[in-house]
């Protein structure tokens, strides 16, 4: 097991544990990411009964995230997701693709994530919340994953709530009928062009799904899921102790 540490500085050989009680604090990354400039911060279009009780329950209530992981997702987007919202309280929970039940993912710039289950063990449970990183082709594997797909549609059916960024709103979702018009992903025109009329926003909230651009946006994301789950004061007071300005 490896312990959390403040500062971690990755090799590709590095094995990083994310998920409960598996959290590192800070990173160096060997590679950069794309500059992201969108025009909107957050487009909201419509709050459902669901999201109204979830945003207004008591913030001292466990919630259950899956964040499922495959060869090549994004590591800087899966570390936001998985920290951030454990910041919130959340139980945050990893889990591989991989059909040969490999738990230890090789993610886009070469980083080892080991994952704290599979995702067919994960398939067992209820979960409030799957958060979907992206990465290439790391969302391809995600939206191979048919009990992936199967745990997708039961979230959808049961109006809970279900988030991707980056490549995995266009990859993911879009290609499986769980989007709608007015999403956002990763503003390249091969990602957006398999998207029905995707907007240039960091940030999509549409009822119970929840769609976001890509590195770049990633810790306001997490922000923003965590307000939906826990609500607006506690998004604030994580905010400001994470530096982050919403």
């Known amino acids: 097991m490896i312990r959390p540490i403040n500062l971690i500085t990755f090799s590709t050989s590095f094995i990083l544990r994310l998920g409960k009680n ?28 669901i999201l109204l009780r979830m945003s207004s329950s008591d913030s001292s209530t466990k919630k259950r995230v899956l964040v499922p992981i495959g060869e090549s997702s994004e590591e800087i987007e899966t570390a936001c997701i998985t920290d ?48 979907l ?10 939206r191979d994953s048919k009990t992936l797909q199967k745990m997708l549609l039961e979230q959808k059916a049961q109006k809970k709530l279900y988030a991707a960024v980056c490549a995995s709103p266009s990859v993911v979702l879009a290609s499986k009928g769980l989007i709608g018009e007015g999403a956002t992903c990763y503003p390249a025109p091969g990602l957006r062009g398999n998207m029905i009329n995707p907007v240039d926003a ?21 922000i923003k899921l965590g307000e939906i789950m826990y609500g607006e004061e506690k998004a604030n007071v994580i905010a400001k102790e994470m530096l982050v300005e919403i």
């Not at 090789?106 to 799957?130: C, P």
């Not at 290439?136 to 594997?141: F, K, N, R, T, Y």
């Open 84 to 131: 951030t919202l454990t910041r919130f309280g959340a139980e945050v929970v990893v889990a591989s693709v991989k059909s040969d039940g490999d738990l230890v993912c090789k993610m886009s710039r070469g980083i080892k994530f080991m994952a704290d289950t599979t995702i067919e063990e994960a398939s067992k449970e209820d979960w409030d919340l799957i958060a």
């Open 202 to 222: 960091e940030i999509v909230v549409q009822d119970n799904v929840i769609t976001s651009q890509g590195p770049g946006t990633s810790l306001k994301f997490a």
């Open 22 to 49: 598996h959290l590192a604090q800070s990173f160096l990354l060997s590679s950069p990411t794309e500059n992201l400039i969108p025009k909107e911060k957050v487009i909201r279009f419509s709050t459902s009964k």
């Open 133 to 142: 990183p992206g990465g290439m082709p790391g969302a391809e594997h995600l």
